[in-house]
């Protein structure tokens, strides 16, 4: 059996990392004047190499050679993930006074450490503070947030930072020299991008992409990571520019129909949106593509994507972005018909047709006006003047109505939790009471709470915020909360159940 490609071109010394010269440094600076400390903390995202500099060190420590592969009695690597109670870690602190076999130190490595119960840390914490002298500590995590300060003060931390993309693609070419694949610099780069600044992720997608062919193109590539490719999006975004609805529709169609997925595809035009506002110094334009990134990143939360990606780009366009637009060119070929939700209603019509109307300016109509009095005229004049010109806001009643329209017609168990909330609306804040903990930690979930904020800001046609609180004095009124939804009951205690836990959540037996 083969050897996967990131495990056969391990580091096998400090100087053969790329990307953390700041770690290697130091390091080498420190063994070469014999200063071990008795615990260090390698911290970054995964794939970088944390573990391959535990190995390296702990081999350093020792002054033994180090091949990437013969474990050896006295350096002890654990695997926190799975040894993460504390009877584990008891353990652990009761062999720590046992000397080296035939070393000088006794390093122990501690991968995701931050997988340690409470508990377990707790045991750990004595024995990193004052070891045994004969013992070296080297914990590596991917998620220093979740260890606790006690144990991060005790160590000496090192960050290693994610690799940048031409350090990937240098270090991939070489690989791919050593395998004999050869591999266009277009392949190189969408690979390292996809990389996330990872040696492993990238490596292991150059092995995935070489197991068929030994020469890769970018075709290759964008096929086995299911990305459109840059013609496909850039005949969107040019479309965009033009401001042609039906253009940009094709468009869409065409990227989609190449097998590539909604959510990813909303993703790599975030990613050229993105790019672009560099360049970007008309204020008013920097809005619009602000408005459409983050309608984009709400793609893969949405239940019909597609439908909600064309409207995403249609509310681009100029003229387009406070109307309402009807979707078209809604297909029912197989490949697509998971991206449209069964309650969809397709668009006959062409585009052009729907789109027309909601341009189209309306009639001027001349009204003749009354006679008046001159004082009275400019009363009236100086009146319309210092009015406020703004559009009159919906009532919290007709707004909180509208948005649960809105959430029953597409996520039937948030509205069966949102329905028994008592409403009011300061400025523009939507506060939310609930007579129970349950309702507001429902609604309090990150997911649902951007969903609810987003639906009530398109229907306020402006920016709300969310604030969700207890009140337990609406407890006796809970059960007076109409039931509106499939379960009905003429007993009471059903229906006080029902409008206390919602609808969704109850089964009458």
Not at 467 to 488: F, G, M, N, Q, Y
């Amino acid at each position: 059996m083969g050897v996967a490609f990131y495990r056969k071109y391990r580091s096998l010394s400090l100087d053969e990392l790329v990307g953390q010269d700041h770690i290697t440094h130091a390091l080498e600076a420190a063994l070469s004047q014999d200063r071990i400390n008795h615990a260090y903390l390698l911290t970054g995202p995964r794939g970088i190499g944390k573990t391959s500099i535990a190995r390296i060190l702990a081999h350093r420590i020792n002054k033994i050679e180090y091949n990437g592969s013969a474990a050896h009695i006295d350096i002890i690597e654990i695997d926190a993930a799975s040894n993460r109670r504390i009877d584990e870690i008891r353990d652990l602190r009761d062999k720590v006074h046992i000397a080296p076999t035939s070393s000088t130190y006794k390093v122990y490595i501690i991968d995701e450490v931050h997988m340690l119960t409470k508990e377990a840390f707790n045991a750990l914490l004595k024995t990193l503070e004052e070891p045994p002298a004969h013992v070296v500590f080297i914990l590596a995590t991917t998620d220093i947030h979740k260890l606790p300060d006690t144990i991060i003060s005790r160590c000496i931390r090192f960050s290693l930072k994610p690799i940048s993309v031409s350090d990937l693609i240098k270090h991939m070419r070489f690989i791919a020299k050593e395998e004999k694949i050869t591999i266009s610099d277009d392949a190189l780069a969408l690979l390292a991008e996809h990389g996330d600044g990872s040696f492993r992720d990238s490596i292991s997608l150059l092995e995935q992409a070489s197991s068929s062919t030994k020469t890769i193109e970018l075709r290759d590539v964008e096929s086995i990571l299911g990305v459109a490719n840059k013609d496909a999006l850039q005949q969107v975004t040019d479309a965009l520019n033009i401001g042609d609805a039906p253009i940009v529709l094709a468009s869409l169609d065409t990227l989609l129909d190449s097998g590539v997925h909604t959510a990813v595809a909303a993703k790599q035009l975030a990613g050229v949106l993105r790019a672009q506002l560099a360049a970007q110094t008309d204020k008013s334009k920097l809005e619009s593509v602000m408005n459409l990134l983050e309608r984009l990143l709400l793609i893969p939360t949405m239940p019909n994507q597609r439908i909600s990606l064309e409207i995403a780009l249609l509310r681009y366009l100029p003229g387009l972005s406070k109307t309402t637009i009807p979707t078209a060119s809604v297909k029912n070929n197989s490949s697509n018909k998971s991206d449209y939700d069964s309650s969809s209603t397709a668009i006959s019509s062409p585009v052009s047709e729907t789109i027309k109307p909601a341009l189209a300016a309306e009639p001027t109509v001349k009204i003749k006006p009354k006679p008046i009095e001159e004082n009275a005229a400019q009363d009236n004049i100086k009146k319309e003047q210092d009015a406020p010109k703004v559009k009159p806001d919906k009532n919290t009643a007709d707004l909180w109505a509208e948005v649960l329209t809105v959430i029953k017609n597409t996520h039937n168990t948030l509205y069966g939790v949102a329905r028994l909330a008592h409403v009011t609306l300061e400025d523009d804040t939507l506060k939310l009471s609930f007579a129970f903990p349950f309702h507001q930690k429902k609604i309090n979930d990150n997911h649902n709470k951007q969903l609810l904020r987003d639906i009530a800001s398109k229907v306020a046609d402006k920016s709300i915020t969310v604030e969700c609180i207890v009140d337990t004095s609406l407890k006796d009124k809970a059960a007076d909360i109409p039931i509106t939804r499939s379960i009905k009951s003429d007993n009471p205690s059903i229906s006080a159940i029902s409008n206390i836990f919602g609808d969704s959540e109850l089964l009458e037996s």
